[in-house]
């Protein structure tokens, strides 16, 4: 598939700059765009149960956010430097920006360094076909670092809030570069509705990276992706083939649980694994493992509009983003959900 | 001075080291402050790749000379025990054979006998020859294997059959040297863009495989492993997914 045809018509207003909570609303006070088989419906989040029936399985991410933002110094001036993932306490892959609002890349040398606080960070190398990316080795554990100096990372579109914003109620090991967003909206009361219907809950961890990637390379399956931690323990492998077997739907809140279900997928079914994952879902190679995805809305020339262009090919999203568009759904990690389901409730 | 960065004091030593997936792999330890033993048959070239990896603020040992050479193996040996450990043996260096490939039942009785002394029996001397260094340093080995070792294709006879022979031996030292915490594994790095790449394919363009400098997340991840978790495993650096058994 071309990048060029990750695209869509977006007015540039749609984009949603804080939380609801921040005034006063609650987090599932938010919009829910249904996508089943080409029909689109508007509800609210609160409807959420409706449109799942017992027997379904929605599978969570646990990863928390950590504050993986840090102010530092370098041959360029004062910079930001965002924690992307970990390999050890000294090692990660970093994103060095000029600014939360100014991207690089920055004419950064191999081998130079950075100072973050009173600890030295050496930006080893690129990141193999993403130049935005560096490998970083510090002297100090970064675990620390982030602990003294990190603050949430953020971009240009919306101020930084403070780090339980960034939490979800599955929120349970520390790990992820930003939050993984689709579940913020699920609160206790959505939760009691959706296991009243029957709807089970299952875990699974992925620490996700720095933001959705944008694809660079001229067609989508060639871009190079950065590798994230994840597992899926053998309870949830256990729950999500027994869900297939009695003829329920898997939903994965958020593309990071795409990510991991479907690197833990074999065509005898999904299976225990822990590693590290690159997996680029995307038309290509299309999904296996689920059969929903409930998430937000995604930029244009993305890695996740490519993961859900491969639920609804791109037709399909254009589709469904215009409905979001002309209906004025909001954008980003604040903004509204998508619902989207490969077949609907039985009637 | 530099200021002291990560872990000085590991010690690894790469066979193969003057260019392609060793030297890219050596420049990445040392950049990670790695003690570093380099070695490959081509002198000048290793020459320039010592001094380079050199300016990259590690301390570098260079040891021109063929893995297939007992006297050789034992002066990269030397070189280790001078620092007392050894953390992390690469056996990277590789012999194609004959070019162009020949067919198996046409190849040479000589021409195995060289790559397989070169791809199997060196390593598997190596690390007899550095056990109590490995030992010491609770050390990973890891054999730099092919997907030719399983893929059965024509005219890879020679090198995929002495790579699968290779893949049984790190499989089987694993087993054999878990309980003196040393650590194994194999490594199919995939294509690259390498000279012994293009040696294999004469003539051909090559220029859409991509730089061994695409593996070096996986060193980044695998290096990062606690070895005895990972032993016995055979990883492909360009998947998808790197997996740690549960």
């Not at chain 1, 749609?14 to 080409?38: F, N, Q, Y």
């Not at chain 1, 690197?263 to 590290?276: H, L, M």
Request: aromatic fraction near 6%; charged fraction near 20%.
């Amino acid at each position: 598939m071309k990048t060029a045809e990750l695209t869509f018509d977006r007015p540039p207003d749609r984009v949603a700059h804080e939380p609801p909570e921040i005034r006063g609303r609650s987090r599932d006070d938010v919009r829910l765009l249904v996508t089943v088989g080409g029909e689109h419906r508007h509800a609210r989040f609160e409807d959420l149960p409706s449109f799942l029936a017992a027997g379904d399985l929605l599978v969570v991410n646990e990863s928390a956010a950590i504050p993986a933002s840090m102010a530092a110094e370098s041959l360029h001036g004062s910079i930001l430097l965002n924690l992307s993932t970990r390999f050890r306490s000294h090692l990660w892959i970093a994103e060095p920006r000029w600014a939360f609002d100014k991207p690089g890349p920055l004419p950064i040398q191999p081998g130079e360094g950075l100072k973050v606080g009173a600890a030295h960070v050496r930006l080893l190398s690129e990141y193999p076909g993403i130049p935005r990316l560096w490998f970083a080795l510090s002297d100090r554990p970064f675990d620390s670092l982030v602990a003294e100096h990190g603050r949430p990372i953020h971009y240009g579109y919306t101020a930084e809030w403070p780090m339980d914003t960034y939490e979800t109620m599955f929120s349970r090991v520390p790990g992820s570069a930003e939050m993984p967003s689709a579940a913020r909206p699920i609160t206790s009361r959505i939760r009691e509705a959706l296991e009243g219907t029957g709807v089970r809950i299952a875990p699974i961890l992925l620490h996700t990276g720095v933001s959705s990637l944008e694809i660079e390379s001229p067609t989508v399956e060639g871009q190079a992706m950065y590798p994230e931690p994840f597992s899926v323990t053998p309870e949830t492998a256990l729950a999500v083939n027994r869900t297939h077997a009695a003829g329920g739907r898997v939903v994965a809140v958020g593309t990071t649980v795409v990510r991991a279900l479907e690197s833990a997928w074999t065509p005898e079914g999904v299976r225990p694994v822990a590693g590290f994952t690159r997996m680029f879902v995307n038309p290509d190679r299309g999904v296996h493992a689920v059969d929903g995805l409930l998430t937000g809305f995604h930029d244009p020339v993305t890695s996740h509009l490519a993961l859900l262009a491969a639920f609804l090919g791109i037709d399909g999203v254009r589709d469904a983003y215009a409905e979001a568009v002309r209906a004025g759904y909001l954008w980003h990690e604040f903004g509204d959900s998508h619902l989207v389901l490969a077949r609907a409730n039985p009637t | 001075m530099e200021p002291d960065l990560g872990d000085p004091e590991r010690v690894a030593l790469i066979t193969g080291t003057s260019r392609g997936l060793g030297r890219v792999l050596a420049g990445f330890l040392a950049k990670q402050g790695y003690g570093l033993i380099v070695t490959a048959r081509n002198g000048v070239e290793l020459n320039a790749a010592g001094a380079d990896l050199r300016s990259r603020g590690s301390p570098v040992v260079s040891v021109g000379g063929d893995v297939s050479d007992a006297a050789h193996r034992q002066r990269l040996v030397d070189a280790a025990a001078k620092w007392g450990r050894l953390d992390l043996l690469v056996n990277n260096a590789s012999e194609l054979g004959d070019t162009p490939l020949p067919p198996l039942a046409e190849a040479s009785r000589e021409n195995l006998r060289r790559v397989f002394d070169v791809n199997v029996l060196g390593p598997i001397a190596l690390v007899r020859e550095a056990l109590p260094l490995l030992e010491r340093a609770h050390g990973l080995v890891v054999n730099i294997t092919s997907d030719a070792a399983v893929g059965g294709y024509p005219g890879w006879g020679v090198y995929g059959a002495s790579k699968a022979a290779l893949d049984l031996a790190s499989k089987t030292l694993a087993a054999e040297l878990k309980d003196r915490g040393i650590a194994v594994v194999a490594v199919d790095p995939g294509d690259m863009r390498t000279k012994m790449h293009q040696d294999a394919y004469p003539g051909q363009d090559i220029s859409d495989r991509p730089l061994p400098e695409v593996t070096l997340p996986f060193w980044a991840w695998l290096l990062s492993q606690d070895p005895m978790k990972v032993t016995g495993q055979r990883f492909q650096a360009q998947a998808a997914v790197w997996e740690v058994p549960t």
